[in-house]
């Protein structure tokens, strides 16, 4: 960043945050303020300004790379409490996938970009690493973990390649970097209340300081709790959160920053579905909970709903799945000018998880002769890190160079626990004790993972319309795990994987340009090389892509030749910035290789699963955006994208060769369509956004899909003047898939099979209505 737009900020910083959380928001959907300097065009858009209402109009204007930047009070318009990388999904390219209306149940959260799935992107908080953002998390968090989203300031999505800077082991493809807001220099407060469909009910609180001394100290602590039900079944989804930040200015040049972050949850599943079921048992099928007698029963293959209809009916008579998590999450940024020309910036931060989850399975009776028992998973998360970077002004050069090093020890276990006779106890809820006095624990395994990142690149601007920038990443990865415990008669009576691996690369290079040929016309262009490191998850797991999955024999056989994942990204476009339209057109190549995939079958309780190399893959898309503002108060957005991602080559597996070459990518649409229109007046703003997904293929081999299906929302918004102490009332309103579209949200969750069907997909919720009621005083 330059040492003129760094010293513009600490102005802010010391004087005006209130203008800078300004800034931060507008109408709809993506941030259009103007920004006041000129930055490096390799790592921040700059924006339009522009009296209409906000909609998706921010293509990332001076980038070398695609970049859009997603603001607070675009989240803010989504309910309270829905999940951020939700309100991403308007973003073109951009897929999520939830089965909840807030996608806040993570076992069903997953987004993809360009074809690439979450596992495969960067997310930071703040610089701050979050992981992969899967289920079982091995490296970070989910971001609804890491920060409230009444929190966050603003979000940068980089759809092709995230930058050479970002604090990632798995940004094969886009990043993702969330910003939390800074404290206002005014003492004041928010309070909001939230409540609708399913007996939701969402509490936040946050109180600022204001600045407390002639230093300029100032900070901000909020609490969140949310609680509702699920929309089909019984069960619940309860979340509590607090978070705080504290800014020092030291000096007019430095600031030190602290953010902490607290946030405990327990949730419900739903019964994940197979093609089978959704036409023999419908889209409400359910977990038992709390009928402990029938989930009992049909564990003695009695059963009282109708599962005989189904293939098989026993792999679809739960009595209920459930997760508990609980987090801590802290950061300290040091932020200032060394000279005129140099700027220095680390972080120094540490995160601690804990919790369990929890699945009643028929399939492993208790020695009590109880025919079913509870399969417990306990996670546990420690790590800490340093993030340090020098950035150097030097004529038409800006030079950054920087440092990434994280400890991360991961500890996992599954065991077992009686479940009692009938008429001798129930289960009752799971989440309200850890299950214990275990009969068997099939595995318990630790992991240390060391990772070191070094970056250097250099942003040249050539002529005032000619950007070049060029750099590189050299990345090491060294991850070994050993087992603690582990029983081979539960666990097919094989001995579970154990070893190190390493995923190094010393040079990761990326090369990008913007040539502003016109006024208000720019063409963009960026090259990147990329690589991720090995996931971790414990042995016969099915829900990351994890060579320690395999047991003693099959990972010793691969553990000398397996190779980390790898592809080069190539993306290029025309951007057009003007105040009555602002354009995009994209146009992106992958070449993926070593591509790991989780091959999956069997019941999904105790599933058989393989990770295996699926060679090569090829990518070609093309996104065509665009945001016109017809008159004053109105702007209608709409974006296109097609994504056609297939495997580079044939599989060998035991029944013989798998005819995988050409076919495409299972759980990411081909085509999207993104339409959205916003409509400001005075205090009144609104708007309604659709959007349409393409079928979705099942099966590697895809001759198992999902049909596509279009789904609306609509949000309304009214802000009154002041009443008395308080200084804004605002009522909101939130109408989330307004037509009621029957349609399947999160497929894959359990891994995709070879071919055929599989119980791996989850129902999207019906329409659901939210209101909220928010003072500020």
Known sequence: MFPALRRCLRVHLLGSSAMLAGLGGGVAHAQTASVASPTPASTTARTLTTTAPETVSVYGQGSTRQLTSVSAKTIQAAAPGTNPLKVLAQLPGVNFQSADPFGAYEWSARLYIRGFAQTQLGFTLDDIPLGDQAFNNYNGLSVTRAITSDNVARANVSQGSGGLAIASTSNLGGAVQF??????????????????????????????????????????????????????????????QVNLKLVQPIGGVSSLKLFFDWS??????????????????????????????????????????????????????????????????????????????????????????????????PYTPSPNGAPLSIRTM???????????????????????????????????????????????????????????????????????TNTVQYHLQDTWRVLPSLTLNAGFRSLVIHTGNEATAQDPAYNGGAQIGTGALTASNGFLPQFSANWRFARHQEFFADVS????????????????NTPWSANETAFKQIQSSIKPETDWVY?????????????????????????????????????????????????????????????????????????????????ATSSGVDNLRGKS?????????????????????????????????????????????????????????????????????????????????????????????????????????????????
């Open 179 to 240: 910003y939390s807001a800074d404290p206002t220099d005014k003492y004041g407060g928010t309070l909001e209340q939230t409540f609708g469909s399913n007996d939701t009910y969402r509490t936040f609180i946050r109180l600022q300081s204001g600045i407390l001394n002639p230093t300029g100290t100032k900070f901000y602590v909020s609490y969140a709790h949310t609680d509702l039900d699920k929309w089909k079944g019984a069960g619940y989804n309860e979340s509590d």
């Open 264 to 361: 405990a949850l327990k949730q419900f599943d739903y019964q994940d579905e197979s093609l089978d079921y959704l036409q023999t048992l419908g889209g409400r099928v359910d977990n038992y909970y709390p009928d402990y007698t029938a989930a009992y029963h049909a564990a003695q293959g009695i059963y009282t709903h109708g599962e005989t209809r189904s293939h098989d009916p026993l792999d679809v008579s739960y009595y209920a799945g459930t997760a508990k998590r609980q987090d801590f999450l802290s950061g300290l940024t040091f932020d200032t000018l060394l000279t005129n020309s140099l700027d220095w910036k680390s972080t120094i931060y540490g995160h601690g998880d804990n919790g369990y989850s929890t699945w009643t399975t």
């Open 378 to 448: 306990q996670p546990a998360i420690t790590r800490y890190g340093l993030l340090s970077a020098l950035s150097w002004d030097i004529g038409r050069h800006t030079i950054e160079s920087g440092i990434w090093y994280e400890y991360d020890q991961f500890t996992e276990s599954r065991y077992f626990s009686e479940a009692p006779l009938l008429g001798q106890g129930t289960l009752g809820d799971p989440n309200d004790h850890t299950p214990d006095h275990p009969f068997a624990v099939p595995w318990a395994e630790v992991w240390n």
């Open 529 to 544: 090389h990329n690589m991720r490191g090995y996931p971790e998850d414990g042995y016969s797991t099915n829900s990351s």
């Open 571 to 651: 993306e290029g476009g025309y951007r057009l910035t003007t105040k009555p339209f602002i354009g995009l057109l994209s146009l992106y190549h992958v070449d993926f290789s070593n591509r790991l995939q989780t091959i999956s079958f069997g019941p999904v309780i105790n599933p058989t699963t393989a990770v295996q190399n699926v060679g090569g893959v090829t990518t070609n898309g093309v996104e065509l955006s665009g945001t016109f503002y017809p008159v004053r108060h109105l702007s209608i957005y709409n974006s296109i994208s097609y994504n056609r991602s297939t495997f580079d080559n044939d599989i």
């Open 665 to 777: 990518i299972p759980n990411y649409p081909t085509l999207m369509y993104k339409g959205s229109i916003a409509y400001q007046i005075g205090r009144l703003d609104a708007h309604i956004d659709g959007n349409y997904y393409s079928h979705r293929y099942l099966s590697y081999l895809n001759d198992t899909s999902v049909p596509g299906y279009f789904i609306a929302s609509l949000g309304a918004r009214y802000v009154l003047g002041e009443h008395g102490p308080l200084s804004r009332i605002t009522l909101q309103l939130n109408a989330y898939n307004l037509f009621n579209t029957r349609y399947v949200a999160t497929t894959g969750e359990n891994g995709d099979p070879i071919s055929g069907d599989y119980q791996s997909f989850l129902m999207g919720a019906p329409r659901q209505f939210f209101g909220s009621v928010g003072v500020t005083f």
